[in-house]
């Protein structure tokens, strides 16, 4: 089943952090772009981050530049996020999608169709 | 950073009605432009890519047009299972950027 699963979300104090990961299964995850995108209760969707089929090009959005780190492991078919320095503003549904990447000649580029996306995971920051 | 504005923030309409959402890009960004739906507790879903291209398997009734900054979202004859919460989101430039949203209730 073609699918993406996040996990690792929960409460955490302000100042605190948190791991979340992104589970991928039937596809071919090295052939993807992947991101992350967020969602405040009540509120529209961030685009926050992405990284790179081969984990070459990575980006972070100005809201949590230096707060965040995005890696993925492809033989493990996974997507992590590392959360630290939580905020209240950070409290979200962390959703992770794929967008299919192109690659010839050394280089890469996606077309950024975000055609899958997981159920998200709730991030919680409060005291 | 693009901002792009949906209009309206909400509306209500009925089976079979004709719905129109409209999005606006502050830059012009070709036809950078994707659709989303997004129901209650569930994942976005991509419904058009490309500002006019149908995504495989989603209903005839959704369609999408305009380019540069000016682009139109329509659900021909609206089924009960269209009521959502609709997103547009560009990829001309980074940071990715999505409207606020618009929300369709019954009427």
């Known amino acids: 089943q073609v699918q993406l699963v996040e996990s690792g979300g929960g409460l955490v104090k302000p100042g605190g952090s948190l791991r979340l990961s992104c589970a991928a299964s039937g596809f071919t995850f090295s052939d993807y772009y992947m991101s992350w995108i967020r969602q405040a209760p009540g509120k529209g969707l961030e685009w926050i981050s992405y990284?790179?089929?081969?984990?070459?090009?990575?980006y972070y959005a100005d809201s949590v530049k230096g707060r965040i780190t995005i890696s993925r492991d492809n033989a493990k078919n996974s997507l992590y996020l590392q959360l630290n320095t939580l905020r209240a503003e950070d409290t979200a549904v962390y959703y992770c999608?794929?967008?299919?990447?192109?690659?010839?000649?050394?280089?890469?580029?996606?077309?950024?169709?975000?055609?899958?996306w997981g159920r998200g995971t709730l991030v919680t920051v409060a005291s | 950073d693009i901002q792009l504005t949906q209009s309206p923030s909400s509306l209500s309409a009925s089976i079979g009605d004709r719905v129109t959402v409209t999005c606006q890009a502050s830059h012009d960004i070709r036809n950078y432009l994707n659709w989303y739906q997004q129901k209650p507790g569930k994942a976005p879903k991509l419904l058009i890519y490309d500002a006019s291209k149908l995504e495989p398997g989603v209903p005839s009734r959704f369609s999408g047009s305009g380019s540069g900054t000016d682009f139109t979202f329509t659900i021909s004859s609206l089924q009960p299972e269209d009521y959502a919460t609709y997103y547009c989101q560009q990829f001309d430039d980074l940071p990715l950027t999505f409207g606020q949203g618009t929300r369709l209730d019954i009427k």
């Open positions: 990284i790179s089929s081969s984990d070459s090009a990575i």
């Open positions: 999608a794929r967008s299919r990447a192109y690659c010839g000649t050394g280089r890469c580029y996606t077309d950024w169709y975000l055609d899958l």
